[in-house]
């Protein structure tokens, strides 16, 4: 079972930066389970779309919406996965998610295993 634990979100003016972070529980390891993470997010009344994804071997994609101002990272000794987001937009406002599997589903929000997000709120 994997189980993914987000932290990080919270308020900040436009232009401001937030690194989200995404724990893996103690009882999981970084096993093939997890060759593919992603971070997605959700806004009000708006579907879950995907904002950045990386792979076992370190390829990452973006949305267009995030390029440039975001980056995904891991860190495979601390069982983490990273999101930093720089020159954060009002539209940038939603819950975020972290997301894993053995498939490489991209940024298409398919994945199998899902943690409980983080209210990320940016204002103008």
């Known amino acids: 079972q994997v189980q993914l634990v987000e932290s990080g979100g919270g308020s900040v003016q436009a232009g401001g930066s937030l690194r989200l972070s995404c724990a893996a529980s103690?009882?999981?390891?970084?096993?093939?389970?997890?060759?593919?993470m992603g971070w997605f997010r959700q806004a009000p009344g708006k579907e879950r779309e995907g904002v950045a994804s990386?792979?076992?071997?370190?390829?990452?994609s973006y949305a267009d919406s995030v390029k440039g101002r975001f980056t995904i990272s891991k860190d495979n000794a601390k069982n983490t996965l990273y999101l930093q987001m720089n020159s954060l937009k009002p539209e940038d406002t939603a819950v975020y998610y972290c997301a894993a599997d053995r498939i490489n589903w991209g940024l298409w929000p398919r994945y199998n295993y899902w943690g409980q997000g983080t209210q990320v709120t940016v204002s103008s």
């Open positions: 103690e009882y999981t390891y970084m096993t093939y389970y997890m060759d593919y």
């Open positions: 990386i792979e076992y071997d370190g390829s990452t």
